[in-house]
């Protein structure tokens, strides 16, 4: 790198939490950060879903460079065995840390490609040697091109939800029934979304953390309000980890999501739905009916959220050269390690910036992006990869490859985690159902589209 190219900005892409930790860490570094954020505010993803509890405490949520920063603006840390809610995350950190950047945030500014200088992703003649290129396109839709010397993508997968559709593409029908269709935990709080829910039937789609808390909020919904109910829909069979790691889980307040999922559904105030994979979104008069692959049906529903994970927008970074694993998008170094594939611990080795490099030097994915389209990431793993990445970034390879991170358990380690097991489709450990069913758990016995 020219040392003109030395002296530019290192630029982070987005102001969440693993975005302003990034420009923390390169200010200890004596680095110069520019922090591009997409929305008006620090947080902006993280406050959408305000009304949603995290199930890691204020002492997991806090990176150390970025306390460091606040420290002399007087900010004082919650109490760090309390959990936060995301809205009290993003008001009581995430802006005071943006703030405390003095500066160094610019909001509603949109990320539109990255390259390197007169370079597209063909060329090699002297491209080592160029700054990158950051578009960006602002509010009042002004185009700018900032140059920087490298690019920490901090953006998230917030906005690319994963679809409806078993085989990663929307569904048939479903973009046309986008008034019935969320992507996002509700907030039953809010009297107008309170309103959209209670009474009626509603599809739940995912297995994960998300999907839990949304059919707790349901559930706790029922007992207010007659009529609801939801139809919790899992393309995998129920088995011994459906429900998480209980108690077994070092984090307990994720544990107790897959509690309160499984509560629910013992009440039965769910039914739960095993081996659909929907394909096809049928419109049943103001109703809407789910159709599995394998032609199965669902009741006529009123509502679907669908809680089916993320993916990475790649769009913006065509023009540079990531190494990405195939399947999951994920950095292929880091990919083996959270494979979900091969596991569902959710349990990763802290890793860094060897991990996270790219054939193109000084590019980096951090945060959920840095996964790709696997699932169970932690703050404290994004702290640790934009710790290790500022150090490299300023020449410590020693600080760069040391691990400063011992992440919690699960308690939960049984193998694969995304595709339906037959010894998995009944309500145990050691179910005998080999065709995928349909259980209404808690009232009367399961129903098998297959003999037992």
């Not at 429900?243 to 999501?257: H, I, S, T």
């Not at 994915?365 to 790709?372: A, I, P």
């Amino acid at each position: 790198m020219t040392t003109h190219a030395a002296e530019l900005p290192v630029v982070v892409i987005g102001a969440g939490p693993i975005g302003l930790a990034a420009a923390a860490h390169l200010i200890e570094r004596g680095l110069d950060p520019l922090v591009l954020e997409a929305g008006p505010a620090a947080g902006s993803a993280v406050r959408e879903w305000s009304h949603v509890r995290l199930f890691s405490t204020w002492g997991e949520v806090v990176d150390p460079a970025a306390e460091k920063l606040l420290a002399p603006t007087g900010w004082v840390r919650p109490d760090a065995a309390t959990y936060p809610t995301g809205g009290d995350w993003a008001e009581q950190y995430l802006q005071p840390l943006a703030d405390a950047l003095e500066g160094k945030v610019r909001y509603n500014a949109t990320v539109t490609g990255v390259a390197k200088a007169g370079r597209d992703r063909v060329v090699d003649s002297g491209r080592d040697e160029q700054p990158f290129t950051v578009h960006v396109r602002t509010a009042d839709g002004c185009e700018e091109r900032i140059s920087a010397r490298a690019v920490i993508d901090a953006s998230g997968t917030w906005t690319t939800p994963n679809p409806l559709g078993g085989d990663g593409l929307p569904a048939i029908g479903e973009k046309s029934a986008t008034n019935r269709i969320s992507y996002r935990v509700p907030d039953l709080r809010d009297p107008g979304v309170r309103a959209r829910y209670a009474g009626r039937r509603t599809a739940v789609v995912g297995s994960g953390a998300s999907a839990f808390t949304a059919l707790a909020a349901l559930a706790d919904l029922a007992t207010q309000e007659p009529g609801t109910h939801a139809v919790w829909i899992l393309r995998r069979g129920i088995g011994a980890g459906t429900f998480g790691g209980g108690e077994a889980d070092q984090l307990p307040a994720r544990g107790a999501l897959g509690v309160a999922a499984k509560a629910a559904v013992e009440a039965g105030h769910a039914t739960a739905v095993t081996g659909f994979r929907a394909a096809v979104v049928e419109h049943d008069s103001d109703r809407l009916v789910l159709i599995a692959d394998d032609g199965r049906r669902t009741e006529p529903i009123d509502e679907v959220i669908v809680l089916t994970g993320f993916r990475p927008d790649l769009s913006f970074l065509s023009e540079v050269r990531l190494g990405l694993d195939e399947r999951l998008q994920a950095p292929v170094a880091l990919a083996p390690l959270i494979d979900p594939n091969v596991h569902s611990c959710g349990t990763v080795y802290p890793h860094g910036v060897g991990e996270l490099s790219h054939p193109e030097q000084g590019i980096y994915l951090v945060g959920m992006k840095s996964y790709g389209r696997a699932p169970t990431f932690l703050a404290m793993t994004g702290y640790e990869q934009t710790r290790s990445i500022a150090a490299a970034l300023a020449g410590d390879r020693e600080a760069a490859e040391r691990v400063e991170l011992v992440l919690p358990e699960t308690g939960v380690c049984g193998g694969s985690g995304l595709f339906d097991q037959p010894e998995n489709a009944a309500y145990s450990s050691g179910g005998c159902c080999a065709a995928p069913a349909t259980l209404q758990i808690g009232i009367g016995a399961p129903v098998s589209s297959g003999g037992c």
